[in-house]
């Protein structure tokens, strides 16, 4: 059974750094690409950022280019985003997602879910 | 960036009734990176369609996707009541992946 679970989560305040983890099981890690997708409170969904296979490829949104860094360790089964210089719009559930190809770009879609963890950005 | 538009905002119907939901796309994509999931409250979304009409595995074959280029439509034949919920379309394009902004199936 696939399962991703997210931690990391917290109240921060703005500017502050907070660093996600996500620890994959059930599946082969290093034959995926995996990404970051946010929803604000009582919003939509945002992608943040992918990661491929292999880490040869990243992307990100452009609302966080720059402030966040996604990476990956095979060898743990784990993702991660980093997550400096946050801003009160950065609030949201942080979900975790598998791929259902090796490339974070030009795949079918993402076919599992964590159930999140939350970020908050206040002072 | 594309932008991707979901209509209408809420659809209201009755378990039974069919759904139709659209999705279009602010410029031509591709439909093999094309996908729908659909969210309950407290949940994580879920991969419905995958390459605009391939179901996901284990998703009822009540549900079904078609369309190409800028408008995509996800069809619910026969609404059962754990089919209410928010639907969400998603594509890639231009180096980054976008989300429509959300259809709520209510009971009417």
């Known amino acids: 059974e696939v399962q991703l679970v997210e931690s990391g989560g917290g109240l921060v305040q703005p500017g502050r750094s907070l660093r996600l983890s996500c620890a994959a099981s059930g599946f082969t890690f290093d034959d995926y690409a995996m990404h970051w997708v946010r929803q604000a409170p009582g919003k939509g969904l945002e992608w943040v950022s992918g990661i491929s296979w292999n880490s040869g490829s990243i992307g990100y949104a452009d609302s966080v280019k720059g402030r966040f860094t996604i990476s990956r360790d095979n060898a743990k089964n784990s993702l991660y985003l980093q997550m400096n210089s946050l801003r009160a719009e950065d609030t949201a559930l942080y979900y975790c997602a598998k791929d259902m190809g090796s490339s974070w770009r030009s795949s079918p879609g993402f076919d599992y879910w964590g159930q999140g963890t939350l970020v908050t950005v206040s002072s | 960036e594309i932008v991707l538009t979901q209509s209408p905002g809420t659809l209201s119907l009755s378990p039974g009734e069919r759904a139709t939901l659209s999705c279009r796309a602010s410029q031509s994509v591709s439909s093999s990176y094309l996908a729908w999931y659909q969210q309950k409250p407290g949940q994580a979304p879920r991969l419905l369609i995958y390459?605009?009409?391939s179901r996901a595995t284990g998703i009822p074959d009540r549900f079904s996707g078609s369309g190409s280029g800028t408008d995509f439509t996800l069809t619910i034949s026969r609404l059962e009541p754990e089919d209410f919920a928010v639907y969400y379309c998603q594509q890639y394009g231009s180096s980054s992946w976008t989300f429509g902004q959300g259809t709520k199936v209510e009971i009417k």
């Open positions: 390459g605009a009409s």
